[in-house]
């Protein structure tokens, strides 16, 4: 399994902004994912292995950017523009068998995880 860690996550004001980052141990594709409390997991951001293709969930369309670094292992999620409903803890994971995918059963590897926070 690749192994990876989440960071970047605090309380920010709505209106504000974040970048989250995920260290990988290898590299692959690479997907976002936030859970806020009694919800399930949901998809928010996934960029494939080259970074040339992203694909975003509609509710952070023009305030999420996902993108990786060309030499390393790095993912980052910016974020901007934060509402309230953003609040929840996000997971980044690797997807060792694909490529850009909204679906959570595609991918074989999590992070433990990071709170962001959105207070209104």
């Known amino acids: 399994q690749v192994q990876l860690v989440e960071s970047g996550g605090r309380l920010v004001q709505a209106g504000g902004s974040l970048r989250l980052s995920c260290a990988a141990s290898?590299?692959?594709?690479m997907g976002w994912f936030r859970q806020a409390p009694g919800n399930e997991r949901k998809f928010v951001a996934a960029?494939?292995?080259?970074?040339?293709?992203?694909e975003y969930a509609d509710s952070v369309k023009g305030r999420f950017t996902i993108s990786r670094d060309n030499a390393g292992n790095t993912v980052y999620l910016q974020m901007n523009s934060l509402k309230p409903e953003d609040t929840a803890v996000y997971y980044c994971?690797?997807?060792?068998?694909?490529?850009?995918?909204?679906?959570?059963?595609?991918?074989?590897?999590w992070g433990q995880g990071t709170q962001v926070t959105v207070s209104s």
């Open positions: 290898e590299r692959y594709p």
């Open positions: 994971a690797a997807d060792s068998e694909g490529s850009v995918d909204f679906r959570s059963l595609a991918y074989d590897s």
């Open positions: 960029i494939n292995w080259s970074g040339g293709r992203t």
